[in-house]
């Protein structure tokens, strides 16, 4: 049974930064692509950060040299440093699994195991 259990969300002003961490357990977690998705009330899952077996890494365009996405392969923990936050940020954070390669990048269709999610509200 695969298992993911995010941490690391809350709430911090304009400019604050976070760090999330998703723990895994189930499988064998460094042959597995992961990511990070968030989704605001009312708005569709977007995808933020990926990351595949082989260690290559594809940002969302909105995040791009603002947040951070690694893997420790060691504590099987994904993570995701956030700088710079706004209130744009705001969003319920997801992390995701898929058992090998995906075809299209930070699409969630994608992806078959998911976290509880967890909050991150950025306050002006």
């Known amino acids: 049974q695969v298992h993911l259990t995010e941490s690391g969300g809350g709430s911090v002003q304009t400019g604050g930064s976070l760090r999330l961490s998703c723990v895994v357990s189930?499988?064998?977690?460094?042959?597995?692509?992961m990511a990070w998705f968030r989704q605001a009330p009312g708005k569709e899952r977007d995808g933020v950060a990926e990351i595949d077996g082989d260690g290559g890494i594809t940002y969302a365009d909105s995040v791009k040299g603002l947040f951070t996405i690694s893997k420790d392969n060691t504590k099987d923990t994904l993570y995701l440093q956030m700088n710079s936050l706004e209130p744009t940020d705001t969003a319920m954070y997801y992390c995701a699994a898929y058992p090998g390669p995906v075809v299209s990048d930070l699409a969630a269709y994608e992806y078959n195991y998911w976290g509880q999610g967890t909050q991150v509200t950025v306050s002006s």
């Open positions: 189930g499988y064998t977690y460094s042959k597995y692509c």
